[in-house]
Every structure is written in C-alpha cells, then in structure tokens.
C-alpha cells in the first residue's frame, strides 16, 4: 500500500499527498518539504565526537537556537537519563550541529569549563542548578559564545568572578572574559557584569572575532573610582575588540569622543540601548549624554545620540536629537511630546556591512503635524540619511489610503538597498480594525504591498492573514521577509509562519495541523504555537535564526499532552534576481542572418529554432556557504562554454550565428556538455561555486551568457551561437 513519498529526499504526509490527488486546494507549508529535524525529544543525546551517550536521551527542548552561515544551531537542551537520574546541576546541555547526524555535544551542566582550571565546574556555588545560560551566540563564521556560572568549591572561585563568558570554535572554546577582570580603560576598574548571562542587544561577535559588550564595573575600584552616585555615576560603558584586547568607546561621566564636550549620562539609567558590530569591525551604538555635567552639557532637547565606532578612529555622530530631518520641511529628529524623551527605533539587525542602519523616528517642528505626520522610518549612514516613508504618506497599494503609524521593531533593511516594514493605516472607509496593517517593500519611492491583514492567503482554501503589526518578522540579503500570521477561516485557521520573497512571492513555511515525520513513520502535528526563532541580531544585518542565505533555524512545538519540541532547520528556497540581455527575439538588434529565436531566448540555431535561453537559479552569494548560483543553458545542441564578463558592449555583436555582448573583463567558467539539450553550470569537469572561478565579491554586478558549439552552422561557417545573456548582482 502506498503510504508516503519522498519530495526533495524528505517524506512528505500521506494526506498531503491525497489532498494534491484529490485537487484539493491546500498548501504544503517548506516545514514539511524542506524541514530537516537536528534534534527532538527521546533522541539519544550525543557525545563530543557525535556517538550517542549510553542512556542519556534529550529532553522537552525549551529554548531557541541560533544559527551561523555554515548552516549549524547552536542551543541548549535538556538530557534526560534512564538510569542514573539527572540533576538540577547536570540537566542541560549545549549541542551543535545542522542535522540528528552532526549533532555534537558542546558542554554538559556540571561538566568541566573550558580553558580553566581543572575544577573549575560549569555550575552554581549551591549546586543547585546548572549554570548554563540559555541565552547561546554564534558568529557567522562558527564561534560559539555562550555564559555559565563556574564553581570550584570555593578554592579560587568567589561571587566577585564566577559570572564568565566562554567563546571560540566547537572543539577549541576557551574563557573570553568574566567579572573581576580588569576593564580596560577605567584606571584598573573591574567588571561586575554577570557574563554568565549574555544579553544579545549588548554582546556580541562579528565573522572575524571582533566583539563589543556593554558592562558595569565594580563600585569603589579604579582610579577614579567607580561610583554610582547620581550626576557622577560612571559605573557603566561600551567595549570593542579583541577577545583580550579590548578598547573602551564610551563610559558614563566621561567626555564622549566624536562630540563637543559633551560627557556620558551620569544617573542610574543606562548608558546605550543598542549596540550592533559590522564585517568592517565598526559598531554601531546610541548614547545618553548628561544634561549635568560636560561643556557644554547636553539638553532634554539633544541628550540623545546614534554614533558609529570605527576601530582606529574614534566615534562619529550618525544622528543626533534635534538635527534637521531630511525629506521635511524644516522638521527636527525630536519626540513629539515636549518632555523630549526622544530616541532612535533601532531595530535588531540594523547595522550593515554598508555602514548603514534603518530606524523610526519621531518628528517635531516645521511641516510635522502632531498625529498626522509626526513619525517616520530613516534609512542611511553617517552624511546620507534618507526618509523612507512617513506619518500621513500614501500607502502603495492601498487604493488611496495613508499610512498612520509603523510598528516599533519590525522594520528592516539590507544590503541591496532594500527596505521591509510593518506599518497600519488611518481608519475610516474601506479601512476598517480588519484590513488596517501590512508590510511593505522596495526602496524608498518604488514600495510595494506585500501582505495586508485580511489578505486570502495562497493555498489555503481561503484563510484570511491575521494582523500585522507585531509578531515575528525578519528580513535578510536575498529580500526574504519572514513573518507570521494568526489566520482565520479556510482550510488552516490558526498560527502560521510565512516567507515572501521578489522571486517567488508569498509562501508558508509552517501551517497549523502540519505533518511532521519526527521518527520513520511516526507523525507529530504542528502545534497552534509559531515556531520560535531568535531574531536578535548576528552581524552585518543578519539575525540570530535566519540567515541571508535563505536558511531558517527554528524551535517547533507539537501538539499532545504535554507538547513535545524539536529543534529544526528550513532551508528556504530561493533565486537571485536577474536581467536578461543581449536577446535574439527580435526587440533588439537583428540576428546575424535574421535567424530570429523565441521570446527571450537567443538568436535561432539550426538544430533549435526558438534559439537557447540562459537562466539562474539559487543565491549569488560570494562565500561557499552562501553561494548556490546555477546557470542553466537550454537548447543548446553541442558543449556550452559558460563564461563571465564585468562590462556589456555598447551593442550586440555579430559572433558566429548570435550575440556576444558580456565583452569586458571575460572569465571563462567552464565547459559542460549537454543532456537533451541542456547544460548545467557549476558542472562538468569544472564543478566548482561559481564565485571562485568568477572571482566575485559582495555587491559586484557581473554578466554571463554561454557559448556553445552548432555544427553545422546555420549563417556561415562559423559553427557556433550564443545564449542571451543574464545580468547579477552578488551578494550577501
């Protein structure tokens, strides 16, 4: 009897596939197409070397993951044993890996930790609970960062420097930093901060080891001494760096480097709210200045700063309260009301590789109208902010309608230029409590519609999209939008997560009642919980859980009594935009001997009259992690030459029976031989990633078409013609 079928080597539900039999109308969410499972509860919980540890299985997974470009998660996961119970202190564990066949231990609750002292335990003085925080970092290239609190059984370990933090790839971790150590910069101060609990907006790590934090230190050590007394606090700053050679950027009480005298807030409220690093090691923080202290002394009206770090060269201001806005007629970045408490809306991942951030703002003073056209989204970097869209503008899209508001975090940008946000409409006519919220992309002036809350959702029989302002939402490099949706009505009411992305549009990646094969043959349905993923910021615009090549790190939640988790990784699949050029159908320059091909193709051959025809597939993306760019030729009778080129000529040149245009800059890839007509490059004998022999980076634009062998000719002797060309940017 026919049970299952494989769809992209994964088992997809009998009743998925029946509904498809019976014309059923019904969406199979990438969850269950695309989902690979890296761990769930009962499974045998492995060892370092990745052998499974006699007895010990895994637990009711209760906390996120996080993931790196190398496709791995990282998080931290209950152990259970069958024989020898488990105890508060050795109870949880960290794993990494990117499939139930890579898995690897990390570090066991209780266990030795790493780079210190024989004796030195991963656990709590009391013993009464494990030390491991949940709260687990990767950087993109693969370092793990995670906090613990250690116990020696009071030998050298005290409550004054058993908060550290350890860090380094799976295999070579060792200790970064914990409190009690000197804080460089301070005079000899120590830290107080408690590492053994990273908090993501302020610690972090970019993909060549540089790290930032925001820490306290040790009231009454230092010279001068650290003090929390109110209008001379200076408990609290900002580090770069190295791990061991960190630099101070900005401390409470002292000057601010990059400003006019003015010095760091000097009360019990925090130093800086945000904190990001980007691939050029330059960190991207806001800043409180004191309204007491300094010459001169910051006002209500201009305490607060976003400035940029750049290793090397001090602080600069990106935008202070109080500048002019751009795009308004004489409107200032203030708060609307007058007790000036004005600041950034700096969203997780906001910091590209650019130097560019996004943020909300509001507005106040000349065209600004209190609650109607008061808030604004910026986007730009230091000399280049640009308005995006504001308070009052018409919403694309909409019929007409403008736009009252965005929502306070989910608001995005990437490296191409792009933009994605949250935002809801004024109500009043067709705009009612049912239809007010949506999403947007584009660049600002060119924004599209993407979703509206009371949008039928495709394959869903009918299921209408919940609000949107609020919930999950991600963005990355390939202009994916991840969001959710709490659907109503048709065949999948309920919780969903969804991917939009320019290519491909509007797809679920989880659906309520989903099918999925936890075990062979044994079936959990998704649970009315959204998959929980961390959005936290992970370097150069990417987040902690979804990462720019399309990848998705996810924790599930299935339903029964009690709910069992999984951890899981969806690999979205995507393609990267391209621009056809050089065409052969007659809409530009005439074929060689009028041997015209079919719409979009190249010129004809004599063995193919429509002519062949390039396209792409996959990601540009110039890491062998990231990219997955295929060119395919199709239509081609004899072996194809796909080659690259960084400039177009003028105008098509007659080369054998078609086009050559990719002129300048000429880099031969590879030659593939066809099957039925088609070639497929990477392939071959030459079947590496096309960004090495390209020798692509980020943001290059570059041109391809393939050259292939027509014998015989059909225009002269020359046996040869040519593909239409295609046209990609690279990147992330």
Request: aromatic content about 6%; proline content about 6%; some cysteine.
């Amino acid at each position: 009897m026919f049970t299952r079928q494989l769809q992209g080597g994964r088992v997809v539900s009998l009743a998925a596939v029946l509904a498809c039999l019976a014309g059923v109308s019904s969406a199979q969410s990438l969850l269950t197409t695309s989902g690979v499972i890296v761990c769930a509860a009962g499974d045998p919980a492995p060892d370092s070397t990745g052998a499974p540890i006699p007895n010990l299985t895994m637990g009711n997974q209760a906390d996120s993951c996080v993931l790196d470009e190398l496709g791995n998660v990282l998080f931290r996961g209950p152990v259970v044993d069958s024989v020898t119970p488990v105890t508060g202190v050795n109870d949880r564990a960290l794993f990494y890996g990117s499939s139930r066949a890579t898995l690897k231990m990390v570090v066991r609750g209780g266990g030795q930790a790493p780079g210190m002292a024989t004796g030195v335990l991963l656990r709590t003085a009391t013993g009464s609970s494990t030390g491991l925080s949940s709260n687990v970092m990767l950087s993109p290239d693969g370092r793990l960062w995670f906090g613990s609190k250690i116990d020696d059984g009071g030998v050298n370990i005290t409550a004054a420097n058993d908060d550290p933090a350890f860090h380094g790839p799976f295999g070579s971790l060792g200790l970064l930093y914990r409190d009690g150590d000197t804080a460089p910069g301070t005079g000899g101060a120590q830290f107080a901060q408690a590492f053994s609990s990273p908090t993501l907006a302020f610690e972090g790590m970019n993909r060549y080891g540089v790290i930032f934090t925001r820490a306290t230190l040790v009231t009454g050590t230092g010279v001068p001494a650290v003090t929390t007394t109110a209008g001379m606090n200076n408990q609290q700053g900002l580090w770069t760096g190295l791990p061991g050679a960190l630099s101070l950027i900005a401390r409470k009480s002292d000057p601010i480097q990059g400003l006019s005298g003015e010095v760091g807030i000097d009360n019990g409220n925090s130093l800086a709210l945000h904190m990001e690093i980007n691939n050029s090691n330059k960190v991207l923080f806001d800043i409180s200045c004191s309204t007491l202290q300094g010459a001169p002394a910051a006002t209500a009206a201009n305490d607060r700063v976003l400035m940029v770090h750049t290793p090397g060269v001090g602080n600069a201001v990106l935008v202070r309260e109080s500048d002019p806005a751009p795009g308004t007629s004489g409107g200032t970045f203030n708060s609307v009301s007058v007790t000036d408490n004005w600041g950034p809306g700096v969203p997780n991942a906001a910091w590209l590789r650019t130097d560019e951030v996004i943020f909300q703002t509001e507005l106040r003073g000349g065209d600004t109208v209190a609650g109607v056209s008061d808030k604004a989204i910026y986007r730009g970097g230091i000399g280049s902010l640009a308005l995006v869209a504001r308070r009052g503008d018409v919403a694309p899209g909409t019929g007409g309608e403008t736009w009252n508001g965005f929502n306070s975090t989910n608001t995005y940008h990437n490296a191409a230029g792009k933009v994605a946000f949250q935002a809801f409409l004024n109500l009043g006519g067709p705009v009612t409590s049912s239809n007010d919220s949506g999403i947007w992309y584009g660049t600002p002036g060119s924004l599209q519609l993407v979703v509206r809350e009371g949008d039928a959702m495709p394959g869903t029989g009918g299921s209408l999209c919940g609000t949107q302002n609020g919930g999950t939402m991600l963005f990355n490099d390939g202009s994916q939008i991840v969001f959710s949706s709490n659907l109503s009505g048709g065949s999948f009411p309920g919780n969903s997560l969804w991917v939009w992305d320019p290519v491909d549009g509007l797809r679920p990646v989880t659906l309520q009642g989903d099918q999925v094969e936890i075990s062979p043959g044994v079936f959990s349905t998704l649970n009315t919980v959204v998959p929980t993923i961390q959005s936290s910021g992970n370097s150069d615009g990417a987040a902690l859980g979804f990462g720019h090549d399309g990848t998705l790190a996810l924790r599930v939640d299935f339903a029964g009594t009690p709910s069992t988790r999984a951890i899981m990784i969806v690999k979205i699949p995507t393609s990267t935009p391209s621009t056809p050029f050089c065409l052969g159908d007659g809409t530009g320059a005439a074929c060689p001997c009028a041997n015209t091909g079919a719409a979009g193709h190249g010129c004809a051959s004599l063995s193919f009259a429509g002519g062949a025809i390039l396209t792409s597939s996959g990601i540009a993306g110039a890491s062998v992690a990231t990219d997955t760019l295929v060119l395919t030729a199709t239509d081609i009778p004899g072996p194809g030459l796909f080659f690259q080129s960084t400039t177009l000529a003028a105008s098509p040149i007659n080369f054998g029976d078609g086009h050559l245009c990719a002129t300048g800059g000429i880099l031969r890839l590879g030659v593939v031989f066809p099957t039925a007509g088609v070639a497929s490059y990477p392939g071959g004998l030459t079947p590496g990633p096309i960004h090495i022999g390209g020798a692509t980076s980020n943001g290059d634009t570059r041109h391809y078409q393939c050259w292939y062998r027509s014998v015989p000719g059909l225009c002269s002797a020359q046996n040869y013609n040519l593909t239409q060309g295609l046209t990609l940017t690279w990147g992330p």
